[in-house]
Antibody
């Protein structure tokens, strides 16, 4: 049973860079798409982007200019960076595993990380 | 972008009821549709993929149907633990889009 465990800084100031990492335990890293999704307080789910084991990535058009994802296959980890954060980026961030691109057939989720952006 | 519209926005039902949530796509997405359950302070739970396929471990009272633009999530014999917010999501076309959510309250 694959498990995703994520971590990263929970409190940021405006203009700083959000950085989260998700580790994959108990499953293969290759052959899947590794995604980031967020949920702002009181709002719905928003897809941020995804990356596969070879480093091919897709991003939400609304965030493409600020978001990057990366993989470290030696550690079975993938990461998210979102630069120039504002209060609008305050949200719970989740990592997830999909069997197809574009968040297709997601079968595992991280536990979530609350990121608050405040001066 | 493909717009996903769910109805109703809020739903109140009793234990044992049959509940149906609908999701409409702004253009055809074949059966590239997923459903999730979201509870406060919890990660989303994947319920259904490919419009009608249940993820492993999801109770059989959950079912999904539809293709093209119109989809439904049905919960038969509603249980107290089924409260939460349900989201549909299309993965037919980039970018990924979610419905706005349907909040299910247990009477």
């Amino acid at each position: 049973q694959v498990q995703l465990q994520q971590w990263g800084a929970g409190l940021l100031k405006p203009s700083e860079t959000l950085s989260l990492t998700c580790a994959v335990y108990g499953g293969s890293f290759s052959g899947y798409y590794w995604s980031w999704i967020r949920q702002p307080p009181g709002k719905g789910l928003e897809w941020l982007g995804e990356i596969n084991h070879s480093g091919s990535a897709n991003y939400s058009p609304s965030l493409r200019s600020r978001v990057t994802t990366s993989v470290d296959t030696s550690k079975n980890q993938f990461s998210l960076k979102l630069n120039s954060v504002t209060a609008a980026d305050t949200a719970v961030y989740y990592c997830a595993r999909g069997q197809y691109q574009w968040l297709g057939r997601v079968d595992s989720w991280g536990q979530g990380t609350l990121v608050t952006v405040s001066s | 972008d493909i717009q996903m519209t769910q109805s109703p926005s809020t739903l109140s039902a009793s234990v044992g009821d049959r509940v149906t949530i609908t999701c409409r796509a702004s253009q055809g997405i074949s059966t590239w549709l997923a459903w999730y359950q979201k509870k406060p302070e919890k990660a989303p739970k994947s319920l259904i993929y490919a419009a009608s396929s249940l993820h492993s471990g999801v109770p059989s009272r959950f079912s999904g149907s539809g293709s093209g633009t119109d989809f439904t999530l049905t919960i038969n014999s509603l249980q107290p633990e089924d409260f939460g917010t349900y989201y549909c999501q299309q993965y037919d076309t980039y970018p990924v889009t979610f419905g706005q959510g349907t909040r299910l309250e247990i009477k």
